[in-house]
């Protein structure tokens, strides 16, 4: 069985700074894209920022310039910096990875359970 679990998350001031971590455990042969999604209260949850295994990045409009994705492929980990927080930044960040567990298999969507991060005015 395969898991991801982020860390990272907490509170700080809008202008301030926060990394989070996300990392994939479990029987793993090997993690194509990982991303982040962000959810807010009362909003569908949202891509963030997206990598491939080669390191391609994809970012939603309103981080770019301020959060940058990248990973670990020898730790099955990746991050994401946020910069410049704004309280519009508030939400559970979310992390998924598309993992194969065996070569016989297909990759598998897999979901962390979040983690807040709350900006303050």
């Known amino acids: 069985q395969v898991q991801l679990v982020e860390s990272g998350g907490g509170l700080v001031q809008a202008g301030g700074s926060l990394r989070l971590s996300c990392v994939a455990s479990?029987?793993?042969?090997?993690?194509?894209?990982m991303g982040w999604y962000r959810q807010a209260p009362g909003k569908q949850r949202e891509l963030v920022a997206a990598i491939t295994s080669g390191g391609n990045t994809n970012y939603a409009d309103s981080v770019k310039g301020q959060f940058t994705i990248s990973r670990d492929n020898a730790k099955n980990t990746v991050y994401l910096q946020m910069t410049r927080l704004k309280p519009e930044d508030t939400a559970v960040y979310y992390c998924?990875?598309?993992?194969?567990?065996?070569?016989?298999?297909?990759?598998?969507?897999?979901w962390g359970q979040g983690t807040l991060v709350t900006v303050s005015s």
């Open positions: 479990g029987r793993i042969v090997r993690i194509n894209t």
């Open positions: 998924n990875a598309d993992i194969r567990s065996s070569y016989d298999q297909a990759y598998l969507r897999v």
